[in-house]
């Protein structure tokens, strides 16, 4: 499907024969007139700029991604409920059998609430940074999903479906609008300095759609590869062998001069030699000034923290410079709550770790956007994959997972600040006043970037695909 | 909206032409018979307009369902457990349906009863008539080649179908490509492997007229043909060595299905019967040949959650319904989960009838049955009697010495007289497999009075406290805590420190009359040295019980010397010892006999009940569904209570059978793909009505109907595509020709394609010298080894020799991209990929022109010609060009290339060729 794409978009570039060819396009097939997709792009150059369906709200998007599930009442929804009936078992399901196995009972949030900012919104102790940023920050506190395991619920947060081989929404996003600066990736991974979130690549695949929209990953830790020129060529002689290349290219392509994947490979190889400068040059955030430095956080002697807190650094320089999509992990995989939030067992110990970690770098990218004006067009989104149970496990001092109901927040990219959006039950179980899906949370997203969910599809095994599957309702009370 | 027409017709054609007149039918026809009543008494309520109760009869998935009654409307084989038989033959007013007038006579009700009686078969002719106008479905043509106007340049049937397109639109076939061109072209296709210098020298020399014809016999017999082949056949199915998901555990034992695979093409197996045996290779003593069916991803992380569990058991069985229907037949039966399929004649109660088939499936390893297996067994059976024999002296010796019976891996009592006491302290000092103790739980019981049942006072909710000498890391930081929480977890136990001197005491909330303390252990590092103490009256501990009064545990297996019995001599002892350390031997050597050669194949087993899951929800089980085929094709015979075999084996027999109109296409078209490109249904794995329609529909139907008579032979349909002129043609671009049809599926010419990321890296390889053609067998890295099954994969920079094979036979992780060739869009296993996409980005260009691994393999080239043509530089750089691209440079070129190798060295321009368009595509 893809190579008739990337052909039919040839085809039509080449306007004289253009009619002849959708005419015969359509006497083969009538049903595949359309292409595989409704986005129509220069396969030859898919990071194109691309206008959206609508005007948009948001032109880049930053998600942070708390791998692990946060607990969402230790640390953004407060629910008195809970302080109150602490000890007790959850009424209604006093003996509660969730992914590891049954619960206690219910345990207030471990952290005080207390509230901050001019909308007075109750926010955790335990992450003050972040605390003081609530007047641009829209809390959506009812989403629930779909799966109780890690995998699959990233996935499903990542790319709207809880299988595996679904494009991310950084894919999708790409492949709806391209990007702006075209010596960058459209989309870049970057992930946590403690590893690889659990669903790993699966998170920036680009799935059934073109390569292309994969993904990239790098970080301020972990270099993109191949990136260096091998140690025994020397800049000129490299020079040399892509001249060398591109006139034997050039004689080739004389015979095939109406095939313009060959052309694309190659301005692949330019595109690649830019990028050899333009990336180690991003990557470079220690020439940023002391100030944002100590902004982010990244000069703390905590190396985890400030190692983190160069990743946001580096989540800014990106957006900054018009790349379309990035992905920050915060937390990797699955080590008993070591490397990640998923804090089965001594949340006191554990979770302030992981809170320091990520507070105040995320803190610093907030105001850092502000005061530079780009907070009104980066819509910054930040989830985990779903929340932690009210009660702790029976003989633990850890919260089970929860995918009943949980919190996100987003700001900037048309949000409103200072709002909070839905809420779960009394003791924070189960999403109850305006529960969204994963799949409203999505649509919404695309939404802010002019894109409308039901109408950025793909062709894949039988079925024009969607972010969103056959869900998902823009939110509209949350947009300013 | 055709279903709509559907019910509207038969609504029609029924309703105005009551039966009730005739007599019963004595065989009963759900169209003729059933139908008609049911129209004339059930539908206005229970059809198109209204479905009361959620039932309605004009669909046969709903009329077999439940609606919203807990009872299934029609078991069939019995109409007294039949909801719809006990209420239309109700005697009571209000029960009996329909609820207005007499109820239906008593010839309708005999002839409902009789249909239900005999199996409530539903001819599936209503649903093929009325539904299935789609090309697809019709049964296979067998058109006559068309006559043409300029035969000329047709050689066979292929072309004169292909020139019958070209004709009217003012086209030809292009003129043959150049011998060169030729050669690496049906190299790349049928092997995926590049001509050598000499078999290109012998190809372009050779004159005589037969000397294509030759060429493609000797390719049809390559053994490397079957890896060409596979790696299209496991991109289909999207083989992958691990699980997936975040665990992705990997499947050490599933290659054997890579390796069947290849055997299979390469042995020319006739394709119906490689279908049969991939479903049910268990019924032709094939076993490696069902890993087909376990090549989906699927979550294998544990939980107590039962709502997870379900969901687990269907979304792996879902993944085995999607394989079957899409891979063999084409179509997207996936889609028919939650609901019927919203474009194609597939009900959602075909899905779970699919379902019902693999219901004894599950995924897992199994003995591979076979003349191996066999001999296997007669061995184990021969060592049964010494077994016996050991196990005999075992007794005698234990009722010689009065030891009490060894204690039990899991789960055993100590008893004693009973003692008053408030603390129990366990020394520990050896464990059975020499280990650091591992215990799940400790439980001291009460003795029993008139008034209290002996109780447990070790838990902590009876205010029991535990503590011990160090434990050891992992337990998510736990401790001893974890012997008196009352429950057994996966993940969570006692682990000590110290492999002896280990102590675990456990308070008592208070003193309590104890006499018996259950041990339960976790089967492995299992305590057989111990002491069971209490506080003695001098302020230090008194044993009431120890290990020494018990026969020692088979699977001890401690030094002799560390070994205590209790009034046993020393001469006993020694016996006792030997005769348990000969039959562990002898047991060891019968279990792994017996255990035999365990592939990841599926783990067989009665199957298990399938219901319609509501909406596809696993939480909202409704009837039960029996096997069988999808209703829009053909029905199978199977009892509900058919073996798993059984049912297996009916489905295989079902897909690949001649008159399946699907089958033999699908197959056809993957075949014509992988030549030109595209096929002539350009949705491979999908033939439904939301495919593309055929370019070439009687091509297709001609070719299909080929392979069947040649006996499903695949290298003779290849034998057809290679010798025609449509394959043999040049593929330069001509622009009046693409400006008619610019995506060359009319095939003027031969279109160019990219290689795939496997067949680049197999050519690197063979142009150094270097490639290791060694076949079959488990799989080299990619990757670092790992012991943390959570991190990600680091992928290996450099390989020596094992890593130098063809990439088919490196590991294959879910999920995870093979460094350098796996970013030419090699699919990563998570779904299915009967067509790859090719795109083109600098990440590429990055890992082809600047990676260790393509300049190391330009340096052996480098050094090898070198070697061969010392000081010649214009033949060192002939021979990259006949190694690389299978062709020597121009004058021109060579004119460029040497002074630039004289300067820089071969290797350089290695690294050039490597990176050239015409190294990257086949022309």
Not at chain 2, 412 to 424: K, L
Request: net charge negative; aromatic share 8%; proline share 6%.
């Amino acid at each position: 499907m893809k190579t008739q794409l990337l052909d039919r978009r040839n085809f039509l570039g080449q306007t004289q024969f253009g009619l002849a060819g959708i005419a015969l396009s359509s006497l083969l097939d009538s049903q595949q007139a359309l292409g595989d997709g409704s986005i129509d792009y220069d396969a030859t150059k898919p990071f194109q700029s691309r206008s959206p369906h609508f005007a948009a709200r948001a032109k880049n998007v930053i998600v942070i991604f708390c791998a692990g599930a946060v607990s969402h009442v230790d640390f953004w929804e407060y629910k008195p409920e809970l302080i109150k009936y602490h000890g007790k078992p959850l009424p209604g399901n006093e003996r509660l059998i969730s992914f590891q196995g049954e619960n206690g009972t219910l345990q207030q949030p471990l952290w005080r609430f207390r509230p901050r900012g001019e909308c007075g919104k109750m926010i955790s102790d335990i992450i003050p940074h972040i605390g003081s940023c609530v007047d641009d920050l829209c809390f959506l506190h009812a989403v629930h999903t779909k799966s109780s395991t890690h995998g699959p619920a990233e996935n499903l947060m990542s790319s709207g479906f809880n299988r595996e081989g679904y494009p991310g929404i950084g894919a999708w996003v790409s492949y709806g609008l391209g990007t702006e600066n075209q010596n960058l990736p459209a989309f870049v991974a970057i992930e946590d300095p403690r590893g690889t979130p659990q669903s790993g690549t699966n998170n920036w695949t680009s799935g059934f759609l073109p390569a292309a929209f994969q993904g990239t990953a790098f970080s301020t830790t972990k270099p993109i590869q191949h990136l260096q020129t091998p140690p025994n060529v020397t800049a000129v002689e490299n020079r040399q062998h892509l001249d060398i290349l591109t006139s034997l290219n050039t004689l080739h392509q004389k015979r095939y001069h109406t095939d313009t994947n060959l052309a694309a490979r190659i301005s692949s190889y330019e595109l690649a030699a830019r990028m050899q400068l333009s990336i180690p040059e991003t990557t470079k955030v220690d020439d940023e000034p002391a100030h944002v430095q100590t902004l982010y956080g990244a000069d703390s002697p905590n190396k985890l923290k400030a190692d983190f807190a160069r990743n946001c650094i580096l989540a800014r320089r990106l957006v900054e410079k018009g790349v379309r999509f990035v992905q920050l992990f915060n937390g990797a995989y699955a080590s008993g709550g070591k490397l990640n939030w998923d804090t089965h067992n001594n949340m006191p110990g554990l979770v302030p770790g992981h809170a320091e970690i990520l507070d105040q770098p995320v803190a610093g990218l907030l105001k850092d956007l502000k005061q530079r004006d780009l907070l009104k067009e980066t819509l910054v989104f930040c989830c985990t994959e779903f929340g932690r149970m009210p009660m702790f496990q029976v003989g633990n001092d850890g919260r089970d997972h929860n995918p009943e109901g949980f919190t996100v927040w987003m700001a900037g990219g048309g949000v409103k600040g200072g709002k909070s959006y839905g809420a779960t039950d009394p003791f924070g179980y189960k999403a109850e006043q305006n529960p969204l899906t994963v799949h409203d949370v999505h649509a919404t997203m695309l939404h802010l970037l002019g894109l409308d969910h039901t109408r950025l599809t793909y062709y894949h095994n039988g079925l024009q695909r969607r972010l969103t599957d056959v869900h998902g309702h823009v939110v509209k009370e949350i947009i300013s | 909206m055709l279903r709509i027409l559907q019910i509207t017709c038969i609504f029609v054609v029924f309703y105005g032409t009551p039966t009730s007149a005739q007599s019963p039918a004595a065989f009963p026809n759900y169209n003729t018979d059933v139908l008609p009543i049911l129209v004339k008494h059930c539908i206005l309520c229970h059809g198109p307009s209204k479905q009361e109760s959620n039932y309605r009869v004009d669909r046969i998935a709903n009329l077999l369902s439940t609606g919203s009654s807990e009872l299934p409307a029609i078991v069939p084989g019995d109409p007294l457990k039949s909801h719809l038989w006990q209420r239309i033959s109700s005697n009571e007013d209000a029960e009996r349906m329909p609820p207005k007038g007499q109820g239906l006579s008593s010839d309708e009700k005999a002839t409902i009863r009789t249909w239900i009686e005999a199996g409530a078969r539903t001819p599936t002719a209503v649903i093929n008539n009325a539904k299935t106008d789609h090309w697809s479905f019709q049964a296979l043509q067998n058109p006559t080649p068309p006559i043409l106007k300029n035969p000329e340049s047709a050689i066979n049937e292929v072309d004169a179908f292909v020139l019958a397109k070209l004709e009217p639109r003012r086209l030809s076939l292009s003129a043959p490509a150049d011998k060169y061109t030729l050669i690496r072209r049906i190299y790349l296709i049928m092997l995926g492997l590049q001509p050598t210098e000499q078999e290109i020298k012998t190809f372009v020399n050779d004159e005589s007229p037969d000397a294509y014809h030759r060429l493609v016999e000797d390719i049809l017999s390559s053994p490397h043909y079957g890896e060409r082949w596979a790696q299209h056949w496991l991109d289909c199915v999207r083989y992958a060595e691990s699980t997936g998901y975040e665990i992705n555990k990997s499947i050490p034992n599933i290659y054997p299905y890579r390796d069947y695979v290849i055997q299979a093409f390469n042995a020319d197996l006739p394709y119906d019967q490689f279908i049969r045996e991939q479903i049910a290779g268990d019924a032709y003593r094939k076993d490696a040949a069902t890993g087909f069916l376990m090549v989906g991803p699927h979550d294998t992380n544990p939980s107590p959650d039962p709502r997870l569990t379900a969901m687990q058991f269907q979304d792996g069985h879902d993944e085995i319904i999607k394989t079957v229907s899409a891979v063999t037949m084409g179509l997207t039966l996936g889609c028919a989960r939650c609901h019927d399929h919203k474009f194609d004649p597939l009900t959602q109660h075909d899905y779970y009838r699919i379902q019902s088939i693999f219901a004894g499936v599950s995924y897992g390893s199994r003995v591979e049955q076979g003349d191996d297996y066999d001999r296997m067994k007669t061995e184990a059976d021969r060592l049964k009697p010494e077994i016996e024999r050991l196990t005999e002296n075992a007794a005698t010796l234990q009722e010689q010495t009065g030891l009490q019976q060894a204690i039990d891996l899991r789960e055993y009592d100590e008893h004693f007289s009973a003692v008053e006491t408030n603390r129990i302290r366990f020394l520990i000092n050896r464990t059975n497999d020499g280990s650091n103790p591992e215990l799940d739980d400790v439980e001291i019981w009460t003795v029993a009075t008139d008034n209290e049942s002996s109780i447990n006072v070790a838990h902590r909710d009876y205010g029991a406290v535990a503590t011990s000498s160090p434990t050891a890391k992992g337990n998510q930081g736990k401790g001893p805590e974890l012997l008196i929480d009352g429950s057994r977890q996966l993940l969570l136990y006692f682990k000590a420190a110290d492999k002896e001197n280990v102590w675990i005491e456990i308070q008592l909330n208070q003193s309590h009359l104890i006499d018996r303390i259950t041990i339960k252990p976790r089967g492995r590092a299992v305590p057989t040295d111990y002491r069971i103490q209490i506080p003695s009256a001098d302020e230090g501990w008194k044993t009431i019980k120890d290990s020494r009064h018990r026969y020692p545990h088979l699977t001890d297996t401690g030094d002799i010397k560390k070994i205590q019995l209790l009034g046993v001599t020393d001469k006993q002892k020694t016996a006792i010892v030997q005769n348990s350390a000969s039959l562990r031997a002898v047991k060891q050597q019968y279990d792994e006999l017996i255990r035999g050669r365990q592939l990841y194949v599926g783990r067989l087993h009665t199957p298990r009940n399938t219901h319609l899951m509501e909406g596809g929800d696993p939480e909202k089980p409704g009837a039960v569904v029996g096997p069988g085929f999808l209703s829009a094709l053909s029905d199978i015979q199977l009892d509900d209570d058919s073996t798993d075999i059984q049912r297996r084996k009916a489905l295989g027999d079902a897909i690949a059978s001649k008159s399946n109109p699907l089958t033999a296409r699908v197959i056809t078209n993957r075949i014509w793909q992988h030549y030109f490109g595209t096929g002539i249904v350009d949705t491979p794995s999908d033939f439904g009505l939301n495919g593309g329609r055929p370019s070439h529909g009687q091509l297709l139907d001609w070719l299909a109907s080929y392979l069947i008579e040649h006996n499903w032979s695949l290298k003779q349909l290849h034998r057809k595509l290679l010798l025609s002129a449509t394959f043999r043609q040049a593929s330069h671009t001509k622009p009046e020709a693409f400006s008619i049809d610019a995506n060359s599926r009319l095939l003027w010419r031969f279109p160019p394609q990219r290689l795939e990321g496997e067949v680049l890296r197999d050519m690197v390889l063979q142009a150094s010298g270097k490639l290791n053609t060694k076949q079959f067998g488990e799989p080299f890295n990619f990757f670092e080894e790992t012991t943390n099954q959570f991190a990600k994969r680091v992928p290996l920079k450099t390989f020596d020799e094992t890593g130098w094979r063809r990439m088919i036979y490196g590991e294959k992780v879910r999920l995870t991209q093979v460094g350098i060739f796996g970013v030419f869009d090699c699919p990563d296993g998570s779904q299915m990929t009967p067509k790859r996409s090719v795109s083109t980005s600098a990440v590429q260009a990055l890992a082809l022109f600047n990676s260790e691994f393509v300049n190391r393999q330009a340096q052996f080239m480098a050094d090898d010609i070198s070697s061969q043509f010392p000081d010649d530089t214009e033949k060192q750089i002939i021979c990259a060009f006949e190694r690389i691209l299978s062709r020597r440079p121009t004058q021109q070129e060579l004119q460029q290339l040497v002074p630039f190798v004289e300067d820089e060295g071969l290797h350089h321009l290695g690294r050039i060729l490597f990176n050239l368009n015409e190294f990257v595509f086949i022309n």
